[in-house]
């Protein structure tokens, strides 16, 4: 179970986020929607922990997530992956390394930073294309896909991660009503199939 307890965000005089408590039992999926700057992206990177609370507590299955330093916390990013509105991927590498490196945190980083892969990461990342729908695109750059297909590539590097929860800062932002839909019935399917937590914020 995520637990967040008066969890609060102050950026200067601003406060970002106020007091925020709520439970999300492991294997749901949540929404969180609201207008923009009301806080939604900064309270998901404080649960990732890209951003640390100003006061508060954030626990996961008994572990104090909001205290975790060092090794721990590079353990629970590793765990809890972020996927952006921007998609966040490497324009001019091909499809199937952006993939790859979401396994940074799992492998010697000199080794990914080489792009030296093993054939059974090639492998995950295929069968992460795949469950996607956009394996035929595995070769190519990345700056040459659409919105929709950029944002599922983030979301198969996500899962190369083999994460507990995923973290979707608003997925569907920049894209048409088509490919949003596809993209939200990945992030369910996932969900479903797999039983990973996916915490989504949502612009209204």
Same mark, same amino acid.
Request: one cysteine or more.
């Given at each position: 179970?995520? @637990?967040?307890?008066?969890?609060?965000? +102050?950026?200067? /005089?601003?406060?970002?986020?106020?007091?925020?408590?709520?439970?999300?039992?492991?294997?749901?999926?949540?929404?969180?929607?609201?207008?923009?700057?009301?806080?939604?992206?900064?309270?998901?990177?404080?649960?990732?922990? %890209?951003?640390?609370?100003?006061?508060?507590?954030?626990?996961?299955?008994?572990?104090?997530?909001?205290?975790?330093?060092?090794?721990?916390? +590079?353990?629970?990013?590793?765990?809890?992956?972020?996927?952006?509105?921007?998609?966040?991927?490497?324009?001019? %590498? /091909?499809?199937?390394?952006?993939?790859?490196?979401?396994?940074?945190? +799992?492998?010697?980083?000199? %080794?990914?930073?080489?792009?030296?892969?093993?054939?059974?990461?090639?492998?995950?990342? %295929?069968?992460?294309?795949?469950?996607? /729908?956009?394996?035929?695109?595995?070769?190519?750059?990345?700056?040459?896909?659409?919105?929709?297909?950029?944002?599922?590539?983030?979301?198969?590097?996500?899962?190369?991660?083999?994460?507990?929860?995923?973290?979707?800062?608003?997925?569907?932002?920049?894209?048409?009503? +088509?490919?949003? @839909?596809?993209?939200?019935?990945?992030?369910?399917?996932?969900? /479903?199939?797999?039983?990973?937590?996916?915490?989504?914020?949502?612009?209204?």
């Amino acid at each position: 179970m995520l @637990k967040l307890t008066n969890v609060s965000r +102050r950026f200067g /005089d601003k406060l970002a986020c106020t007091e925020i408590s709520l439970e999300i039992p492991a294997g749901q999926m949540v929404g969180i929607i609201g207008r923009s700057g009301a806080g939604k992206s900064t309270l998901l990177r404080m649960i990732n922990r %890209l951003i640390d609370v100003s006061s508060g507590g954030i626990s996961f299955a008994g572990t104090e997530v909001s205290s975790l330093r060092g090794g721990a916390l +590079r353990a629970w990013q590793r765990d809890c992956a972020m996927i952006f509105q921007q998609f966040n991927l490497v324009p001019r %590498l /091909d499809v199937i390394t952006n993939v790859m490196l979401g396994r940074l945190n +799992r492998r010697n980083t000199v %080794l990914s930073l080489l792009q030296i892969f093993s054939e059974e990461e090639q492998l995950m990342a %295929l069968a992460a294309l795949e469950k996607l /729908d956009i394996a035929s695109t595995a070769s190519q750059w990345a700056q040459t896909l659409s919105g929709g297909q950029q944002q599922r590539v983030a979301i198969a590097r996500a899962l190369m991660q083999e994460p507990r929860m995923i973290l979707a800062d608003e997925p569907i932002a920049s894209l048409d009503p +088509r490919n949003a @839909k596809v993209v939200m019935d990945s992030l369910r399917a996932i969900n /479903d199939e797999q039983g990973i937590t996916v915490i989504t914020n949502l612009h209204t």
